[in-house]
T-cell receptor, first 110, second 109 residues
């Protein structure tokens, strides 16, 4: 039982490049989330998916897209990376409002 | 605007020195108050959920309490392994979590 896994762990991009962050959970949870965490700020919700086939915007969705591929997988795509997207990205799933987090992806955009 | 504020930003204690972390919130229709622990380089790990004022929950050296305006995380006789960043979050009326910035706790042996 791996819980929530994320790939890659680290990534450096140049401005304008695109990439997809992958997330998978093996706990059979319906809801999944993408957050970003910046120094001195709380976690901010980018997108979430309440169930397979549905996605909704969170607090800071601009510049991102998501895909809920199936119940296990929820990916986050940056179409044209900007330095303001330098952050640590966390994926989470939840059961009865308790969220389980992955180890994070540290992204730097130059 | 819904907001969760944690204080202090950082707290250094000697091993065995008890203290409290504060989480004040202005979240409309609060449906729950959550505490998480985050170790460096890792994702947050769930500790407690509190649903109503007056509620208390304990786990080892940690006890979380809730009033109508704030929550406290009390740490009794802490050990170095309790060093981490502690996050609180309020569950709003739309079932979204509003997160505080965290308190970084350092316990010196």
């Amino acid at each position: 039982n791996a819980g929530v896994t994320q790939t890659p762990k680290f990534q450096v991009l140049k401005t304008g490049q695109s990439m997809t962050l992958q997330c998978a959970q093996d706990m059979n949870h319906n809801s999944m989330y993408w957050y970003r965490q910046d120094p001195g700020m709380g976690l901010r919700l980018i997108y979430y998916s309440a169930s397979e086939g549905t996605t909704d915007k969170g607090e800071v969705p601009n510049g991102y897209n998501v895909s809920r591929l199936n119940k296990r997988e929820f990916s986050l795509r940056l179409e044209s990376a900007a330095p303001s997207q330098t952050s640590v990205y966390f994926c989470a799933s939840d059961l009865y409002n308790e969220q389980f987090f992955g180890p994070g992806t540290r992204l730097t955009v130059l | 605007e819904d907001q969760v504020t944690q204080s202090p930003e950082a707290l250094r204690l000697q091993e065995g020195e008890s203290s409290s972390l504060n989480c004040s919130y202005t979240v409309s229709g609060l449906r729950g108050l959550f505490w998480y622990r985050q170790d460096p380089g890792k994702g947050p790990e769930f500790l407690f959920t509190l649903y109503s004022a007056g509620e208390e929950k304990e786990k080892e050296r940690l006890k979380a309490t809730l009033t109508k305006k704030e929550s406290f995380l009390h740490i009794t006789a802490p050990k170095p392994e309790d060093s981490a960043t502690y996050l609180c979050a309020g569950f709003d009326s739309n079932y979204q979590l509003i997160w505080g910035a965290g308190t970084k706790l350092i316990i010196k042996p």
